[in-house]
Every structure is written in structure tokens, then in C-alpha cells.
């Protein structure tokens, strides 16, 4: 069990009401602070959320030589890496924790040094994350990968060259190594089967502005020509759609009522027709977007997650919270992660009705049907939820909880909320805000908000 410093107790039943900001995506900016690494100037990013990930990849830079200061305006990191240096193998392991982060290193590293490391890598407990896609990109650059007790060394022993590339499947983790490391590799590089999620673009961007020449077709092939040198950038970080979703989700499963400053429609758009269908209602406008329950019942839905432009694997877990509520049977059919509805054996302790299945319903046949992975859901409702003892088993499976809980009736203790600050800037001070009823049951030391893994 989690120190009762980690714990939250909820009472729920009221409704979130009010305003609250997201800041830059908390699946951009981590690789944006990578791609600085390439440069050789300072770059200059904007919109940084104080989030855990941000802070280990902070962490990792200074490790290696890059000096990554606040600047002149709140939410603002300048990154030096002029002076990119070699770090101790036990130091990167002892930081980087559970990350992920350490693999998006390898091509700038290997560009940099000629040499990298990545420790053994943890992430969000929603299934296998494996990494055999990034470590045959790095193979087909020409990097040499040996494998010993500590983690994998990586070298570059004749420099990395451009190559023809097809993932197979468009994972976004392995688009951003294909993006990291072909930007400097010699000649030029066709990457099919990309993943082209609004936070790849956004990284495509930042990599446009420090010289790199990247285009992108329709059929998700992108082609990169390789560059003798990067300067750094000055970015505004693409809000976090992610988070964004979170507080409509709970807009809607506590019948209340969220504006969501700095949520952007054009990267929400799926999720908005979602939201539509289940019966939430919102209101867009240029500062960002009110989410709402606009009083009625909500409608059961069917719903698959895919890749972008599809419905967003990290949208599903709080909208089944919501979906609890709906009047009917809805179908949830997971394709991107096999292991991401385990979380809803809690929410049927409160009271909810989940089924999960083997099969894929409601949808086209995906990677685990023949697998015997439970990534089909059946979600009857509407359901009243109880509170209940909860503990958070991944960052959104965890935000999910909280939403549960805040729709429930009773006291909640939910445990290992330290967790949520992966990925939710100040999350506590943001439901205090929307009138959550929710209370720590000791003061919390500083540092215990600071720990965690990144997704
Ligand atoms: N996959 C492989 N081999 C690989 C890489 C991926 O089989 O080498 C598989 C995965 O197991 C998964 C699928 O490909 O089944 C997609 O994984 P992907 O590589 O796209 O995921 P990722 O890059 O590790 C990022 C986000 C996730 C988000 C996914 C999908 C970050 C730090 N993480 O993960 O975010 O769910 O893309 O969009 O950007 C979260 O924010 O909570 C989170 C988990």
C-alpha cells in the first residue's frame, strides 16, 4: 500500500464547476526538450507544464552537458547544448527511473558523441511497451546496439545514415526516433507507416525551425533530408488535448460544468464528436473550450480507440467513467494498448457494470483478438457509483479514479495519487478550483509530489 502521504480523500457528489487552464502536451514537450539537444544554439521553449516528466527529462539533459534554465516568462525553458557531454551510466539510470524518455535520446546522442545508453525502461502499466520498433530503426541508421546486464549501448561507428523505414504499426514513440535521428543522418530518409498525432507534428515543427527539411504526405509517409547542422528554436508548446479530455470527461460523469482554457478544436475533433454523441455538450470559442453536462440522460455509445486521426487511446479510460452513467450498453473496443481496461475492475467494486472481453466488438478486428488480451469492454448503464478504497494504476487509468470518485456518492481514499503529477500540472489546486471536495489527509512533504514514471 501507498504512504499515506500519497493518498487523496474524496468526497464525491458534487459537480466541477469552473475554469481551468492546460498548458503544452504533456507527449510533446519531453521530446521538443530532446530535440534541443540537436542544436547547436540555445532553444527556447514555451508553454511548459510543471510536470513530472518535464522534470526528469530536465534532469537527463543536465546530465549530459545541456544547461536548461527558466526563462524570462512563467512556463518558459531555455536549453544550452553547446556543450553536450558523455554521462555516467549509473547517473541516467538512477534518474531516468521508470521513463521512457532515454530511448528518444539515442539518435541525438549518437549524432552528438557517437555513442549513447538507455537503462531499462518502465512507462504507464497498460500493456507490454515493448521497444524492438525503435531499436530496428536505430539498427537501420546504422547504429550498432549491445546489449549487457545495466541496459543497451548504442554506437554510430560510421556515422548514420538516411534509410527507407516502414513501422509496422504507426507507433508514435518510434516516428519520433525515425524524426530524432534522420533530421542529421547523411542523405534522406522515407518513413510509411508514421504515426502523425498532433504532438508529432508539433515536434515536426520545432524540428522545421532549427533547419531540419521534413515533409509529410497524405498516406502517413514522411520524408526528412538530412542536414550538416541544426540551430535551436523558440516554440509555443501545442496544448495538452489529453489532459484537456480528462476535465470534460469529468465534466460530464459529475454533471457539472468545465471551461477548459487553452483546449484547441483542431486537435480535439474527434474527441468532440465523441463527446456529442454520448451527450455532453460544449461551447469552443478562441481561448479554449467549455465542456458540460447539458442535463437528461446520456446516451450508450460504441467506441474504438486508434491512432490519430482516430478516437485517442489516452481519451478512453476517463470517458468510460462518463460512460458509467449512460442509459444503455456501450461497446469499447481497445486497438492501440492490449492491457488499458484492467482499470475498470475498480470501478465495478463502486458499482459500475464492465464487462471485458477477448473478442474485438463493435469495431474492425485489431493486433489482439487472437492474442486472449481483455481489450473489448461492455459498459451497462446508468449506474449510481460508491466510494471506494482505490489505487492508482496508471496515469490516466489513476486521473480515471479520481473522476469515479468525484461522480460518486461517499468518501473515496485513493491512493497513490503522486502518480497523476506525470502528467496533470497541479491537479489538486485545479479540482480545489472547480469546488471538489477533496482533502489530503496529512500535509504532504513537497518532494512526495514529485515522483512517478513517464508514460
Ligand atoms: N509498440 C511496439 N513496439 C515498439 C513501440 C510500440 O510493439 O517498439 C506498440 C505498443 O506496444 C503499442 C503501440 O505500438 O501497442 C503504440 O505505441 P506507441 O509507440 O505509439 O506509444 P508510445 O510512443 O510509447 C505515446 C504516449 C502514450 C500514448 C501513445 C499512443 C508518450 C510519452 N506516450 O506512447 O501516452 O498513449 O503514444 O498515442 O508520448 C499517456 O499519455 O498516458 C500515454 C501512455
Known amino acids: 500500500m501507498t504512504d499515506i502521504a500519497d493518498v487523496l480523500l474524496v468526497h464525491g457528489g458534487t459537480p466541477l464547476e469552473g475554469e481551468i487552464r492546460v498548458r503544452g502536451a504533456k507527449n510533446l514537450v519531453p521530446k521538443a526538450m530532446v530535440a534541443a539537444v540537436l542544436g547547436s544554439e540555445p532553444s527556447r521553449l514555451r508553454n511548459v507544464p510543471d510536470i513530472r516528466d518535464v522534470r526528469v527529462v530536465s534532469g537527463l539533459l543536465q546530465l ?9 516568462r ?15 551510466v549509473a547517473d541516467i539510470d538512477a534518474h531516468a527511473g521508470a521513463s521512457r524518455i532515454p530511448i528518444l535520446l539515442c539518435g541525438p546522442l549518437l549524432h552528438r558523441l557517437g555513442h549513447a545508453f538507455i537503462p531499462g525502461l518502465g512507462g504507464c502499466d497498460i500493456g507490454g511497451r515493448p521497444i524492438d520498433f525503435h531499436f530496428d530503426v536505430l539498427r537501420s541508421f546504422g547504429a550498432t546496439i549491445d546489449k549487457r546486464a545495466d541496459g543497451q549501448y548504442l554506437e554510430a561507428p560510421k556515422g548514420l545514415r538516411g534509410c527507407k523505414i516502414r513501422l509496422p504499426y504507426p507507433s508514435v514513440g518510434s516516428t519520433e526516433q525515425v524524426l530524432l535521428t534522420a533530421v542529421l543522418a547523411e542523405g534522406v530518409t522515407e518513413l510509411t ?11 515536426i515543427c520545432v524540428l522545421q525551425k532549427m533547419g ?5 504526405d497524405t498516406d502517413r509517409t514522411i520524408r526528412i533530408t538530412g542536414v550538416d547542422s541544426l540551430g535551436g528554436y523558440t516554440h509555443h508548446a501545442v496544448p495538452d488535448r489529453l489532459e484537456a479530455a480528462s476535465w470534460a470527461s469529468a465534466a460530464l460523469a459529475t454533471g457539472g460544468d468545465i471551461t477548459v482554457r487553452g483546449a484547441q478544436q483542431r486537435t480535439m475533433m474527434t474527441f468532440l464528436n465523441t463527446y456529442r454523441r454520448v451527450g455532453g455538450a460544449f461551447d469552443i470559442n478562441d481561448e479554449g473550450i467549455r465542456f458540460y453536462h447539458p442535463g437528461g440522460p446520456l446516451n450508450a455509445i460504441a467506441l474504438e480507440t486508434d491512432v490519430h486521426p482516430g478516437f485517442q487511446t489516452d481519451w478512453q479510460q476517463p470517458l468510460v467513467v462518463a460512460l458509467t ?21 475498480a470501478l465495478n467494486q463502486m458499482g459500475a457494470h464492465i464487462q471485458l472481453y477477448r473478442e474485438c466488438l463493435g469495431g474492425s478486428a485489431c493486433r489482439f483478438g487472437q492474442r486472449n488480451f481483455l481489450h473489448s469492454a461492455v ?15 496508471d496515469l490516466r487509468g489513476g486521473f480515471s479514479y479520481l473522476i469515479a470518485a468525484l461522480a460518486a456518492q461517499g468518501t ?39 515522483t512517478g514514471a513517464v508514460a
Open 212 to 216: 531540419a527539411i521534413i515533409s509529410m
Open 379 to 393: 459498459v451497462s448503464g446508468p449506474t449510481k457509483l460508491q466510494g471506494a478504497d482505490l489505487v492508482i494504476p
Open 193 to 203: 507507416n508514421a504515426a502523425v498525432e498532433p504532438e508529432i507534428e508539433d515536434l
Open 325 to 345: 452513467q449512460a442509459a444503455g450498453l456501450s461497446i469499447v473496443h481497445e486497438t492501440v494498448y492490449e492491457s488499458r481496461l484492467g482499470f475498470t475492475s
Open 412 to 450: 473515496s481514499r485513493v491512493h497513490g495519487i503522486s502518480l497523476i503529477n506525470r502528467g496533470y500540472e497541479n491537479f489538486l489546486d485545479k479540482l480545489r478550483g472547480l469546488g471538489a471536495d477533496i482533502e489530503l489527509p496529512v500535509p504532504r512533504p513537497a518532494s512526495q509530489e514529485r
Open 74 to 88: 512563467p512556463g518558459e525553458l531555455v536549453m544550452d547544448p553547446r556543450k553536450v557531454e558523455s554521462a555516467n
Open 64 to 72: 549530459h552537458g545541456v544547461t536548461v534554465e527558466s526563462g524570462d
